[in-house]
T-cell receptor, first 116, second 113 residues
Framework: DTEVTQTPKHLVMGMTNKKSLKCEQHMGHRAMYWYKQKAKKPPELMFVYSYEKLSINESVPSRFSPECPNSSLLNLHLHALQPEDSALYLC???????????????FGSGTRLTVV | GESVGLHLPTLSVQEGDNSIINCAYSNSASDYFIWYKQESGKGPQFIIDIRSNMDKRQGQRVTVLLNKTVKHLSLQIAATQPGDSAVYFCAENDAGNNRKLIWGLGTSLAVNP
């Protein structure tokens, strides 16, 4: 298995809703990442987990809450989001566990999130 | 066809021609560079990488060139095909910043049949 799987592919949520994005990989990668991508822009790093511990939080608002239940799973819990949070949310993984690794990253196809 | 740095975000080429996508990087400490392809509705897909101890690396139909003197990276695509139409991002890996990826703004490649 050489993929990163993200669910759901699309999500529409209201500003008072609570939802979660899920990411799964079975490549034995020990670093996992959440990125946010706006249209026609490069991905912006949000969080990095290294060996299941949060190693980088890029000053992300607390309405985004990451969780890494085990080495294969990564969740992003969403609560009280704003319309400007609408974006493509990408999960990625890499071999190295030391911060962002020295290897290419494997990205999922993303969750297209719309906040209404 | 050829793009120039970050000031020409769109590159249009004829099918069968070679494409050159350029990227300027700023951090001398960066020692690893990656090119990604992102098709509409999909996540970035790894194309090719190069470490700073090399100046050229070839893959299938793609070549990456690294010029550390002028901090310049390029992606060459041979015999460009319609399936190559996508946004291409360069990314540098910063050894001095917890190995954080620094992304270029991207170049949109359009292949005309």
């Amino acid at each position: 298995d050489t993929e990163v799987t993200q669910t759901p592919k699309h999500l529409v949520m209201g500003m008072t809703n609570k939802k979660s994005l899920k990411c799964e990989q079975h490549m034995g990668h020990r670093a996992m990442y959440w990125y946010k991508q706006k249209a026609k822009k490069p991905p912006e790093l949000m969080f990095v987990y290294s060996y299941e511990k949060l190693s980088i939080n890029e000053s992300v608002p607390s309405r985004f809450s990451p969780e890494c239940p085990n080495s294969s799973l990564l969740n992003l819990h969403l609560h009280a989001l704003q319309p400007e949070d609408s974006a493509l949310y990408l999960c990625a993984s890499s071999q190295s566990g030391g911060g962002q690794g020295y290897y290419g990253y494997t990205f999922g196809s993303g969750t297209r999130l719309t906040v209404v | 066809g050829e793009s120039v740095g970050l000031h020409l975000p769109t590159l249009s080429v004829q099918e069968g021609d070679n494409s050159i996508i350029n990227c300027a990087y700023s951090n001398s400490a960066s020692d690893y560079f990656i090119w990604y392809k992102q098709e509409s509705g999909k996540g970035p897909q790894f194309i090719i990488d190069i470490r700073s101890n090399m100046d050229k690396r070839q893959g299938q139909r793609v070549t990456v060139l690294l010029n550390k003197t002028v901090k310049h990276l390029s992606l060459q695509i041979a015999a460009t095909q319609p399936g190559d139409s996508a946004v291409y991002f360069c990314a540098e890996n910063d050894a001095g910043n917890n190995r954080k990826l620094i992304w270029g703004l991207g170049t949109s490649l359009a292949v005309n049949p």
